[in-house]
């Protein structure tokens, strides 16, 4: 068996397939381009991606969790790694380490209803699961996927999000908080899509990413709705260096993001989750 490789070394992945899928957003295929890889992921985990030269920055991985060879990351452009990462290419080379971080209750939520809420870009980290969910749509209650963007212009994998709302077996809503050209879909916030939802609260694990904001009105929202905390799942972003623990730059109260998250239960961070300093 190969040994594992180092979580401190980026292994080269070329990238095969540059995507756009907004203004600031764009998503890339990537192979190992050595015949190093890295271990297989699942759905949450997140890797470091290292623009040479430049700087590392942590990514979630979006792609299919079932198909490991390519890795497939979903960023979107704010500042200086991830604006010189926009400008690269197919063919380009750049590092990677990972995958890193705790997952999705893909297991918790078996024989369950599964309710995802997604804010812009949150969309990203629970994309793995929805492959999943689709895969095995057997091992599932209902399946509801709820999106909100800011813009129509701003939603993400518009061509997937299509094609799952085709679907018969799961229920898929997308909302934008301002209308622009000739979008006729839902205009307000993503919490406002949760109580037409057809779960049931108390057979039901819901999965939560987007901006903090977001996430704590979408909580609140869905403990209304009565699904009880135990089983809302969020995901959180901090700035990170080493990705393994040790440095300390991703410290959440007790916790480190790298480690104990990206993904927590919301019990598990409730007290933190209010306290904006934190
Ligand atoms: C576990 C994890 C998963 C992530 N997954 C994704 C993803 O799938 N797609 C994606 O586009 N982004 C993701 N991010 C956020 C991404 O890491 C940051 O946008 C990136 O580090 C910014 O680096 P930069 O050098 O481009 O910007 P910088 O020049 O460092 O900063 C630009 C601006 O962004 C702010 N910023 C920097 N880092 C963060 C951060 N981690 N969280 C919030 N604000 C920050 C800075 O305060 C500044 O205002 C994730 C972050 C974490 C911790």
């Known amino acids: 068996m190969a040994a594992l490789p180092d ?26 381009a050595s015949d190093q890889a890295l271990p297989p992921f699942r759905a949450g985990q997140f890797n470091m991606l290292y623009v040479y030269g430049v700087g590392e920055v942590p990514i979630s991985i979006s792609g299919n969790p079932e198909n490991g060879e390519v890795i ?34 893909i297991e918790e939520a078996k024989g369950q209803d599964v309710v ?17 969910l689709l895969n095995h749509r057997e091992k599932f209650g ?17 061509k997937e999000i299509e094609s799952w709302r085709k679907r018969l077996d799961m229920e898929v809503l997308v909302t934008v908080d ?4 000739n979008w006729r879909g839902n205009v307000g916030v993503v919490t406002r899509l949760i109580p037409r939802g057809p779960f049931d609260p108390y057979a039901a694990v ?4 987007g ?23 969020v995901s959180m972003e901090r700035n990170m260096k080493c990705a393994v623990g040790f440095c300390g730059h991703c410290q959440y109260g007790p916790h480190f993001i790298c480690k104990d998250g990206p993904v927590f239960p919301y ?11 934190i």
């Open 7 to 32: 979580p401190m070394v980026p292994i080269p992945y070329r990238i095969e397939r540059y995507r756009k899928e907004t203004h600031d957003t764009f998503t890339l295929e990537l192979r190992p």
């Open 211 to 233: 901006p903090e904001i977001m996430m704590y009105y979408t909580v609140l929202e869905l403990m209304d709705q009565g699904i009880p905390k135990s089983n809302i799942y």
């Open 206 to 209: 819901a999965m939560v990413c």
């Open 267 to 277: 019990e598990r961070i409730e007290n933190l989750f209010t306290k904006r300093e």
């Open 178 to 181: 301002r209308a622009t050209g």
């Open 142 to 158: 209902k399946v509801v996927i709820l999106y909100g963007a800011r813009t129509p212009e701003d939603i993400l994998y518009r």
């Open 72 to 105: 497939v990351h979903t960023t979107r452009a704010v500042g200086t790694v991830t604006s010189a990462m926009q400008h690269l290419k197919a063919g380009h080379v750049i590092g990677m380490r990972g995958p890193f971080g705790s997952t999705w209750p």
């Open 116 to 132: 995802i809420v997604a804010g812009g870009i949150g969309l990203a980290p629970l994309r793995p699961v929805i492959y999943y």
